[in-house]
């Protein structure tokens, strides 16, 4: 496999013959897409694991394992399910055709193809692409925090659940609350309030520094961070870290019992799931970890030992 480097979207060709290849490569990289290249169905699921292109060109009739299998996968993967497929394919029966949509491709072209109509439904299915991200990405922030909302950070537990499942990997979630925020509202207002959800999201959001870790908003003054591949004696210095940021913002609470500052507290868990456990139980036990770091004070995050 190879790529080439542009500034737009991701096209994966998958064809075991180099000819097709080279000229739907050709066609797409004039019109400035980037393009990537597998030459089995095993090397095509290989590439998508690691870098999900926008859009997957899919050749039906290759050795090994054929595009139905390969787009049969890709559709039950929650990872990959999204991803457009277009078939490319001499099979030309209806049957062959009601297949390909019945397994989820959006198009499907015959070949000996045309490569202007190639060019032209692989413009129309890219912009349909961007467009379906944009309205994702909408519904998935909040409107006052501008982070992921909730239902961002549900799809994403139930993702990277999976992930960590399959890979046999450590997932940690860390849940956050403010300290007194009732009794901020009842000091300042409102407004202020608001602005203090802002400003603690922006500095939750903006600590972790791996673009998989996922900071959300979990529900009022509630805030929760996920973290794949991540066990606890990673997890809880950055729980840590995520304190003191807050801190450091200095926002003046002198409600606040822990501190004359507005401050958080944290309960941090980990698993590597297995077939018994669920991302409920992971919930559960970083909620009890968050109550407890709430009856022992605040302004402090709690965890279950990492040694246990």
Not at 51 to 73: A, H, T
Not at 154 to 170: F, G, Y
Not at 185 to 200: K, Q
Not at 222 to 242: H, Q, R, S, V, W
């Amino acid at each position: 496999m190879q790529e080439t480097k542009s500034l737009n979207q991701l096209v994966l060709i998958v064809d075991d013959v180099p000819k097709n290849l080279q000229v739907l490569g050709s066609v797409l990289k004039n019109d400035g897409h980037r393009v990537a290249f597998a030459k089995s169905g095993e090397a095509a699921l290989e590439y998508v694991a690691q870098s999900q292109p926008d859009l997957i060109l899919l050749d039906i009739m290759m050795p090994g394992m054929d595009g139905y299998e390969v787009c049969r996968r890709l559709k039950t993967d929650p990872v990959t399910k999204n991803i457009p497929v277009i078939f490319i394919s001499a099979l030309s029966e209806d049957e062959d055709e009601y297949l390909g949509f019945e397994l989820g491709g959006i198009d499907y072209i015959t070949k000996p193809f045309n490569p202007k109509i190639v060019n032209v439904r692989v413009k129309m299915h890219l912009q349909l692409k961007r467009k379906t991200d944009m309205l994702e990405k909408l519904v998935s922030i909040d409107g006052l925090t501008e982070i992921p909302n909730r239902r961002s950070f549900d799809e994403t537990l139930t993702t990277e659940w999976n992930r960590a499942k399959r890979d046999k990997e450590s997932l940690s979630l860390v849940l956050i609350d403010i300290d007194f925020f009732k009794k901020y509202n009842d000091s300042y207002g409102h407004a202020a309030g608001d602005e203090c959800l802002r400003s603690v999201a922006q500095t939750l959001s903006n600590t972790p520094q791996r673009p998989a870790d996922l900071v959300a908003r979990y529900g009022g003054e509630e805030f929760a961070a996920i973290l794949p591949d991540t066990g606890c004696e990673n997890a809880i210095p950055l729980a840590e870290k995520m304190r003191e940021n807050v801190e450091a913002l200095k926002v003046l609470h002198e409600a606040n019992e822990a501190s004359e500052h507005v401050t958080i507290s944290l309960g941090v868990a980990t698993t590597i799931p297995g077939d018994n456990s669920t991302p409920l139980a992971l919930i559960e036990e970083a909620d009890k970890c968050l109550y407890n770091a709430k009856e022992t004070g605040r302004n402090r995050y709690s965890s279950v030992d990492c040694s246990e």
